[in-house]
């Protein structure tokens, strides 16, 4: 069984770069320390630290052991704040993955039903679909929201629910967006400056066939994985981009931004990715509407 506290005093000597800080920090004899250290190495079988002038260096052992401390005493140091909560009445967690190509904007339309919640501790990761994916397989995740379905062959055994299909508006400052613009919309676009989501999102390929389809050739100048930075960067006059509009309703916020466009036969489709076991969370269901 490993010990935590000859852990937790190698943890610190690392942090800290050698024992005298480290004796410094814990309020210890410096031996003391050493000595717990060398006790977790014997444990272990490996040497951690090594000597390096007047510090101590990470071994390649040291090195995985402490990053695997960095992420137990991280936990351990949220515990207290937990407790505090679970005392403080009942809450219901919800796990959200946003996959890399889901226009961020339009999540919170998304999961809008379920935020008013009593008690709702609302946890989002951003990331690839595969991987979001997989950690939906270990119940690590109740539900992912993607531009697409997971893949047929897939060996995780998700199944998913099309939330929604949502018409794409494009705008722009100001400054580009003249009434001009507007009127030989969406021919101007040939004239415009063009942000784009990557090629992580669904929505860039359906994009690029329907400027074709128009004859358009594309003046891409920026490229953004987040919808919500790709509309900051227009906004100071960088380029006019596509949005969903379920997310374009946020865009009020940004003031400087105008509408465009609405783009006729260009649209995003946004599917709830959820296990066989998340399917029973009573705020899945309600998102997935089943």
Same mark, same amino acid.
């Given at each position: 069984? %490993?010990?935590?506290?000859?852990?937790?005093?190698?943890?610190? +000597?690392?942090?800290?770069?050698?024992?005298?800080?480290?004796?410094?920090?814990?309020?210890? @004899? =410096?031996?003391?320390?050493? @000595? $717990?250290?060398?006790?977790?190495?014997?444990?272990?079988?490996?040497?951690?630290?090594?000597?390096?002038?007047?510090?101590?260096?990470?071994?390649?052992? #040291?090195?995985? +052991?402490?990053?695997?401390?960095?992420?137990?005493?991280?936990?351990?140091?949220?515990? &207290?704040?937990?407790?505090?909560?679970?005392?403080? #009445?009942?809450?219901?967690?919800?796990?959200?993955?946003?996959?890399?190509?889901?226009?961020?904007?339009?999540?919170?339309?998304?999961? $809008?039903?379920?935020?008013?919640?009593?008690?709702?501790?609302?946890?989002?990761?951003?990331?690839?679909?595969?991987?979001?994916?997989?950690?939906?397989?270990?119940?690590? %995740?109740?539900?992912?929201?993607?531009?697409?379905?997971?893949?047929?062959?897939?060996?995780?055994?998700?199944?998913?629910?099309?939330?929604?299909?949502?018409?794409?508006?494009?705008?722009?400052?100001?400054?580009?967006?003249?009434?001009?613009?507007?009127?030989?919309?969406? $021919?101007?676009?040939?004239?415009?400056?063009?942000?784009?989501?990557?090629?992580?999102?669904?929505?860039?390929?359906?994009?690029?066939?329907?400027?074709?389809?128009?004859?358009?050739?594309?003046? =891409?100048? #920026?490229?953004?994985?987040?919808?919500?930075?790709?509309? =900051?960067?227009?906004?100071?006059?960088?380029?006019?981009? &596509?949005?969903?509009?379920?997310?374009?309703?946020?865009? +009020?916020?940004?003031?400087?931004?105008?509408?465009? #466009?609405?783009?006729?036969?260009?649209?995003?489709?946004?599917?709830?990715?959820?296990?066989?076991?998340?399917?029973?969370?009573?705020? +899945?269901?309600? =998102?997935?509407?089943?």
């Amino acid at each position: 069984m %490993l010990n935590y506290r000859h852990l937790y005093y190698f943890w610190v +000597v690392a942090n800290e770069g050698g024992f005298a800080r480290a004796a410094e920090r814990l309020d210890m @004899a =410096i031996q003391t320390i050493s @000595a $717990q250290v060398r006790l977790l190495e014997s444990s272990i079988g490996h040497q951690l630290l090594k000597p390096s002038g007047r510090t101590v260096v990470l071994t390649d052992a #040291g090195r995985a +052991v402490f990053l695997r401390a960095d992420e137990i005493f991280l936990l351990g140091s949220r515990i &207290p704040e937990e407790a505090a909560a679970a005392a403080t #009445g009942p809450s219901v967690r919800l796990s959200v993955g946003l996959s890399d190509g889901i226009a961020k904007l339009a999540a919170h339309r998304l999961l $809008q039903p379920v935020l008013a919640t009593s008690g709702l501790k609302l946890i989002c990761h951003d990331g690839e679909l595969e991987q979001l994916m997989a950690e939906l397989a270990l119940h690590k %995740l109740d539900l992912v929201l993607a531009c697409q379905p997971p893949p047929h062959n897939s060996s995780f055994r998700l199944s998913s629910e099309r939330l929604v299909a949502s018409r794409v508006d494009w705008y722009g400052p100001a400054a580009l967006v003249s009434d001009q613009k507007i009127a030989e919309f969406p $021919q101007s676009l040939k004239d415009l400056p063009i942000l784009a989501p990557t090629s992580h999102a669904a929505l860039r390929e359906r994009m690029d066939r329907w400027l074709e389809n128009l004859g358009i050739q594309a003046q =891409i100048v #920026g490229e953004f994985e987040d919808s919500a930075l790709l509309s =900051i960067f227009s906004a100071q006059g960088m380029g006019v981009f &596509p949005v969903t509009e379920l997310g374009s309703a946020d865009l +009020v916020n940004i003031q400087s931004l105008q509408l465009l #466009g609405c783009s006729d036969g260009l649209n995003e489709e946004i599917y709830g990715i959820y296990s066989s076991r998340s399917k029973n969370h009573p705020l +899945v269901r309600k =998102i997935l509407n089943i």
